[in-house]
């Protein structure tokens, strides 16, 4: 509703979910006259069957399998504060192929997941998954690895708290070049961290709250109340 009415945002949309225990028929229908499509992962899932069962670990997967060639994944917490399409034609992105957002945490060079992923250990800032820009074409062997390692999450999530270092670690087992928000997330609202574009300007407010309102930095309100929706994911493309 934001993307679409406040923001006039004319990206299409994909909104993935795992079935109607997650997306009635009713939430179903409000999407479709927004003009975002729902996509059941179960019923995409019956043919290749891969080990998924957590929201988060269906993120590459749903990235993969989107109709788009180039998405820009957003969990459904994860607000936009003005229109995104024009992360489509940031300068590191066409570069790169891909951006990441960093967290508010590292990894460190003495993390298991090194040894796991067989690579060279290091401390590095750990990224934050909530908003993805991905050009498939150019990074498909990178979800690939993201997807295995998210088959793994009983093992795996306990090093990397979730989904969200396996697209990092992906592109870096992969050798794929990436570019990564140069300024951490920041937050001056309780419950509320805003990730920034190249520039600093705040791009996407991940509200840590169910139902927070919408604000800019310096706590003055944007939009009203927003309504939770679950754990469906919106790609847009």
């Known amino acids: 509703h934001v993307l679409r ?26 999407l479709r006259e927004l003009e975002a499509q729902p996509v059941d992962a179960n ?7 891969p080990s998924l069962s957590h929201p ?16 820009l994944y957003l969990d459904a917490d994860q607000v936009p504060v003005r229109d995104p ?18 967290d508010i945490i590292d990894l ?27 050009d498939k074409a150019r990074h498909w062997e990178s979800l690939d690895l993201a997807l ?17 270092d396996t697209f ?8 794929t070049d990436y570019a990564m928000i140069p300024g951490r997330p920041r937050s001056d609202v309780p419950w509320c961290l805003y990730q ?15 139902g927070d309102d919408v604000f800019e930095p310096g706590g003055r309100q944007r939009f009203g109340r927003k309504q939770p929706l679950g754990g469906e994911f919106g790609l847009l493309g």
């Open 108 to 134: 460190r060079d003495d993390n298991p997941i090194w040894k796991i992923c067989r690579l060279p250990p290091r401390r590095t800032v750990s990224i934050e998954s909530g908003q993805l820009l991905i």
């Open 43 to 49: 019923a995409a899932m019956r043919l290749q069957r």
């Open 56 to 71: 988060w670990q269906l993120k590459p997967y749903a990235i993969k399998w989107s109709q788009f060639r180039e998405v």
């Open 5 to 30: 009415r406040h923001l006039a945002c004319r990206l299409p949309i994909e909104v993935w979910h795992f079935g109607p225990a997650e997306l009635s028929p009713r939430m179903a229908e409000l």
């Open 168 to 175: 990092l670690l992906g592109a870096m087992m992969s050798g």
């Open 196 to 210: 920034s574009d190249f520039e600093g300007r705040v791009l996407f407010q991940h509200s840590r709250a169910e």
């Open 148 to 164: 295995a390692l998210n088959e793994e999450a009983q093992s795996l999530y306990r090093y990397i708290h979730g989904d969200k």
């Open 85 to 102: 399409d024009e992360v489509f034609a940031w300068p590191q992105y066409l570069k790169s192929g891909a951006v990441f957002w960093p």
